[in-house]
């Protein structure tokens, strides 16, 4: 309890160690209990050893001088065996010390009965309370863990220089020195040993990337005082390790470590991150200076710690810094991207994209960073087509004019009906506000880029880029006929479209792996974040399970499961759609996920166990053809799905869920759930009417849609206009 054992020490079996920093060469034999022991009590050059049964215990002994009434403080050490009674006199028969009778004890030593209990002393007062058997100053230095082994008879005194030594120092007995004890020390060095532990766990912890959960020691270390304590800590750890995912995790405990301070006075922890103080230092990390970037936060850090807003404000630009260091681990996807040249696809030829969108099946949340690359991911989803149609497309082609034309459409084809926004970029700088997800365009601005049509790094201007590469400019248009928010996975689907279509108009061919870990990338670079699954189900034909391990770079790996027709149109008559009319909100859902388990939430890891498992789950009831199992995973899912994200499931969603329950196997709302689509595997075929008849039936649902739906069992279709 409370302790530390360094790798030298040998314990018995049944042996109890409390509040001990046990170090050197040390064995013990069973059912020993030590107690108190620190790095100072065990320096001894021989090995050290308590024998059977013995109790070691250390106490921190207040002593007057004789020329001063303050207080010096002293460590005594005592032992004694778990068989002596205390209270027993000497003389009788059932009385020892560290389990010889005394006289026994007496002979083995050369101790005198005067020496312990004086010569004044009634007999039947003479016991091992009584005895003032150790040490507790001596005139030439420290004398402690020698006199303890004599004492218990595990060292002998070969030429009398310990018993000369014992005889000679100022001994005290167990009565003295419980009446004695200097309690603060006693606390404050409990408390010192409590959190030096703690800060070998957590540096443990950090470094090997363990699944305990810290924010106990966070806020003990809060309440206790010890922040700063911790925070040194952690900036080390932080600046001194080479893995950006690890670097990430601990300066997300440095903004747990702030907002512990804060308390519920420094207001909400999701908010901006943008103070020009911070900027340096993002600056820093973000070119790859880890160490740099730590140190230069920890020098802003100390003029923050004031007030509580300021110090929420600070964890804030700690999870920002957090972001930037996620962004670059999932950026090691880059490596699995292998493109290569091929001919250019002629003038005023579009390049068209289309792809169907994907519903989550289980497993979702496992793929997103960092959990995707510390717990390991599997999510189990289908590609669906909406209303007949693949929902999501680009398409794109070469002009004469060395141009980047944006055209963002709300239909496959522009006209009145479908109103679009046109975009003109002729120089580099038009570009450089592609990492910001709000900025006109940013989607496509960064697809050029991570496409690598446009070099940002380049001192050419983009006119000459393009002239000299390409022989002009390009024009892409884009479009999706789902509302914002959807849960379908349609932003990621959509980079995939786009990305696909500027390499085959450009003149590369890449392969399904490319394009999945493509447009990983392209989501770091454009700062938004997000994991793999959405363009895994949308971009890859029918149902199939992706997977990745729990390690840095991140690969993913899609294995398909192999499905009959008949079962795929078995499925496709099962499978409902609904919009419910509420546009999806998870302004900060993402951030609360990747915050308790940073925290490693011992009900998130355990959750994350369960989402993993039953992905794979799912993907069985899919092999074996079961549609009830299918639907109770997706049931299950959804519970899980809760308990990542409380409050994920609105009121009007709960409704319509409830009314569905009977007629279902299962239901989910899609994506990270809080409104947009529901989808639901029903127990008899083509049952839209009938469910349709029952939503119409439900207060409030005047803008709930049922869809029509099924498998697309092509995946991502690009073609090139004749």
């Known amino acids: 309890m409370n302790s530390y054992i360094s790798s030298g020490v040998s314990l018995g079996s049944k042996n109890v160690v409390s509040h001990c920093h046990l170090e050197g060469s040390l064995s013990t034999g069973s059912s020993c209990v030590l107690s108190n022991l620190k790095g100072c009590d065990m320096q001894f050059p ?25 207080r010096h403080v002293t460590r005594v050490l005592t032992v004694f065996g778990k068989y002596d ?94 009446a004695n004890i200097d309690r603060q020390t006693e606390f404050d060095e409990k408390r010192q040993l409590y959190f030096d532990i703690a800060r070998r766990k957590i540096e443990f912890t950090l470094i090997n990337c363990g699944n305990e959960g810290l924010s106990h020691y966070f806020s003990n270390a809060c309440v206790e005082g010890y922040h700063n304590y911790m925070l040194d800590a952690l900036d080390i750890v932080a600046s001194e390790c080479e893995a950006s995912g690890v670097a990430a995790r601990t ?41 740099g970037g730590v140190r230069a936060m920890q020098e802003v850090r100390k003029l923050w710690m004031d007030r509580p807003d300021r110090l929420v404000r600070a964890a804030r630009h700690y999870e920002g810094a957090c972001q930037i260091l996620i962004r670059q681990a999932v950026m090691s996807a880059r490596q699995f991207i292998a493109i290569s040249e091929v001919d250019l696809i ?88 592609y990492c910001q997800p709000h900025a006109a365009g940013a989607l496509l601005k960064t697809a050029f880029i991570c496409a690598e049509v446009v070099q940002m790094s380049s001192v050419t201007p ?34 995939g479209a786009i990305i696909a279509a500027l390499w085959k108009v450009s003149g590369k061919a890449y392969s399904e792996t490319s394009l999945i870990h493509a447009v990983l990338h392209l989501e770091q670079m454009l700062t938004t974040g997000g994991g793999w699954q959405d363009q895994v189900g949308g971009l890859t034909p029918a149902v199939k399970i992706g997977h990745s391990e ?55 890891v355990a959750n994350c166990d369960a989402l993993y ?59 990270a759930g809080g409104g947009g689509f529901l989808y639901a595997v029903a127990r008899e075929p083509n049952s839209a009417d009938r469910i349709r008849a029952i939503l119409a039936q439900l207060e409030n649902a005047d803008e709930v849609k049922v869809h029509d739906v099924c498998v697309d069992t092509e995946g991502l279709v690009v073609t090139t206009e004749e």
């Not at 021989?46 to 303050?70: C, H, P, W, Y």
């Not at 009398?160 to 419980?178: F, V």
């Not at 207001?267 to 820093?284: D, E, F, I, T, V």
């Open 46 to 70: 021989q090995e050290m050893e308590f024998n059977e049964g013995m109790i070691v215990q250390a106490f921190n002994v207040g002593l007057r001088s004789l020329t001063d009434t303050k």
């Open 85 to 178: 009674v205390l209270d027993t006199p000497s003389y009788k028969g059932s009385s020892s010390f560290c389990h010889d009778l005394w006289v026994v004890f007496f002979n083995r030593t050369g101790i005198s009965k005067e020496e312990l209990w004086g010569t004044k002393m009634a007999d039947k007062e003479m016991n091992l309370v009584t005895a003032r058997l150790f040490p507790a100053f001596h005139l030439t230095g420290k004398i402690g863990m020698q006199v303890i082994m004599w004492l218990q008879g595990a060292l002998a005194d070969v030429d009398g220089t310990i018993l000369d030594t014992w005889r000679s120092s100022w001994r005290l007995s167990l009565h003295d020195i419980q």
């Open 251 to 291: 300066l997300a405990c440095i903004a747990d470590v702030l907002g512990c301070l804060a308390g519920d006075r420094g207001g909400l922890r999701s908010g901006p991150a943008a103070n020009k103080q911070w900027m340096a230092a993002y600056s820093m990390l973000e070119g790859g200076d880890i160490r």
């Open 346 to 433: 002629p003038m005023d030829k579009w390049v068209i994209a289309e792809c169907a969108v994907r519903l989550d099946l289980a497993g979702g949340w496992t793929d997103t960073p960092p959990i995707t690359y510390e717990h390991g991911g599997a999510v189990t989803n289908v590609a669906i087509m909406v209303d007949g149609q693949r929902p999501v497309g680009a398409k794109a082609k070469r002009i004469a004019e060395p141009e980047l034309v944006l055209v963002l459409g709300r239909g496959k084809e522009e006209n009145s009906d479908h109103p679009s926004t046109r975009i003109v970029l002729r120089e580099t700088s038009d570009l450089e506000d």
């Open 462 to 495: 983009l006119r000459e880029q393009l002239l000299g590469r390409y022989g002009g400019g390009f024009e892409l248009y884009t479009w999706s006929s789902l509302p914002q928010g959807s849960g379908l996975g349609t932003s990621s689907i959509l980079a």
């Open 550 to 604: 729990a390690k840095l770079p991140l690969r993913v790996d899609i294995t398909p499961i192999p499905l009959s027709a008949e079962f795929l149109r078995a499925f496709s008559e099962r499978l409902v759609l609904i919009y419910t009319g509420k546009t999806r909100l998870a302004k900060n859902m993402l951030q609360d996920v990747i915050r308790n388990w940073y925290a490693r939430d011992h009900i998130i």
């Open 613 to 671: 498992q039953n992905a794979f789950d799912c993907a069985e009831a899919f092999k074996t053809g079961d549609m009830m199992q299918i639907g109770r995973c997706i049931e299950k899912y959804w519970e899980q799905k809760k308990i990542m994200a409380p409050g994920s499931e609105p009121a009007t969603v709960r409704t319509i869920i409830a009314a569905l329950r009977p007629y279902v196997y299962g239901q989910s709302l899609t994506g």
